[in-house]
């Protein structure tokens, strides 16, 4: 397997079905949460950074090897993506103190439901994203959707501890 194929699917994973992109974004938990724990949110931060030039070189890579845009199998943009959306998380562990062992699970699958939630439902500027040519639309998309996920995110923990009363 060429390298760009081997990052662009994340191992293999994109090739996986129903809906490679889903599996690529559950990939993308535990490898997140490696991340955080290791390093805490800025590891997090400068993971999310290598994925993307990473990301962009192999989706590049595999666009000009089998000519085809966005090719379902490439998902390292949605780890680029999913790992956005757990960047407020990290930060709000750390922050609070809490050990990077605890897996306080509403806020990693809070995360995982809205960024493929916008993913998928493409709102506004993902979609506009999304229809850019090259490696640029392919990983743009989900970098987008997974900052609007990370505000959803603060939000719903903004809610969750009181921080914003309704």
């Known amino acids: ?5 081997w990052i662009a699917t994340v191992g293999g994973v994109g090739l996986m079905r129903p809906a490679p992109g889903t599996w690529g974004s559950a990939a993308a938990l535990p490898l997140g949460y490696g991340l955080h724990v290791l390093g805490g949110p800025l590891l997090l931060v400068a993971g999310v950074c290598v ?3 990473l990301g ?7 666009e ?4 085809a845009h966005d090719a379902s199998e490439i998902v390292i943009d ?6 956005i959306a757990l960047v407020p ?3 709000g562990l750390w922050h609070a103190g809490v050990d990077p062992w605890l897996f306080p699970w509403p806020g990693w ?8 939630l916008f993913d998928i439902w493409k709102p506004g500027p993902v979609g506009w994203a999304d229809r850019q040519p090259g490696a640029v639309g392919v990983m743009l998309d989900d970098l987008i959707a997974g ?20």
């Open 89 to 91: 998380l990290s930060f």
């Open 1 to 5: 397997m060429r390298l760009s194929r």
């Open 147 to 166: 900052a609007f996920a990370a505000i959803g995110v603060m939000l719903a923990a903004g809610i969750a501890h009181g921080v914003f009363a309704l």
């Open 78 to 83: 949605e780890v680029a993506g999913q790992w």
């Open 64 to 67: 000009r090897a089998s000519g």
């Open 56 to 62: 962009w070189w192999a989706a590049r890579a595999e």
């Open 109 to 116: 699958v809070g995360a995982f439901v809205l960024f493929r």
């Open 51 to 53: 994925t993307t030039v």
